[in-house]
């Protein structure tokens, strides 16, 4: 079973940019489909990105669409959320997933396994 651990979340002017890190122990984290969500206050979580277990293949929801970038290091365990050209609509709570499902995967209920959040605030 794998846990998972974000940082990197903080306050942050908008247009400017953070990264997000998710450490992973206990588990093969190369066998793992990864993935971003967010839960901004009084709203549900929603899907951000998704990065199959190799690292080739991404997706991402439009909203973020070309100004975050989901990476994977595996060596390390790791996965990354850069994010550039923060809006104060990206404020909310990021949350890193992994799921044994095979391919890129952005349906919530599909992911075992989350972490505990990192807070991301982007002021006007």
């Known amino acids: 079973q794998v846990q998972l651990v974000e940082s990197g979340g903080g306050l942050v002017q908008a247009g400017g940019s953070l990264r997000l890190s998710c450490a992973a122990s206990?588990?093969?984290?190369?066998?793992?489909?990864m993935g971003w969500f967010r839960q901004a206050p009084g709203k549900e979580r929603e899907f951000v990105a998704c990065?199959?277990?190799?690292?080739?293949?991404?997706v991402y929801a439009d909203s973020v669409k070309g100004r975050f970038t989901i990476s994977r290091d595996n060596a390390q365990s790791t996965l990354y959320l850069q994010m550039n050209s923060l809006k104060p609509e990206d404020t909310a709570v990021y949350y890193c997933?992994?799921?044994?499902?095979?391919?890129?995967?952005?349906?919530?209920?599909?992911?075992?396994?989350w972490g505990q959040g990192t807070q991301v605030t982007a002021s006007s």
């Open positions: 997933a992994a799921t044994r499902w095979i391919g890129l995967v952005t349906r919530r209920d599909d992911y075992n396994y």
């Open positions: 206990g588990g093969t984290f190369s066998s793992y489909t």
């Open positions: 990065i199959s277990w190799s690292g080739g293949r991404t």
